[in-house]
């Protein structure tokens, strides 16, 4: 059974930092490319970042490229997302996601792509 387990959410003030884990269990945590997206209030899910199995890392916008770092330990069975300088539209609930495999940019950037989902992780950035 495979199961994702988000962590490191919380409230941080503008400018501030958080890196959320995402532990997986239950996979061949090495074969998988992972992804982050998170959904704001009343918003829908958006991309935000992916790491394919051999660490290729792609970022929805040139704002999070600067901002986020997606990275993945294989031997923790973990991926992370370090985000500084966090804004308070970067707030939501953020998820991680897995698929089996190698993808295109377009594909990790979807998450029809994706098998396995997490319960999601809240951020909130005040201002």
């Known amino acids: 059974q495979v199961q994702l387990v988000e962590s490191g959410g919380g409230l941080v003030q503008a400018g501030g930092s958080l890196r959320l884990s995402c532990a997986a269990s239950?996979?061949?945590?090495?074969?998988?490319?992972m992804g982050w997206f998170r959904r704001a209030p009343g918003k829908e899910r958006e991309f935000v970042a992916a790491?394919?199995?051999?660490?290729?890392?792609?970022y929805a916008t040139d704002s999070m490229k600067g901002r986020f770092t997606i990275s993945r330990d294989n031997t923790k069975n973990t991926v992370y997302l370090q985000m500084n300088s966090l804004k308070p539209e970067d707030t939501a609930v953020y998820y991680c996601a897995a698929v089996m495999g190698l993808f295109s940019v377009d594909h990790l950037k979807n998450s029809h792509t994706y098998n396995y989902w997490g319960q999601g992780t809240q951020v909130t950035v005040s201002s």
């Open positions: 790491i394919s199995t051999y660490g290729f890392s792609i």
């Open positions: 239950g996979l061949s945590f090495s074969t998988y490319s």
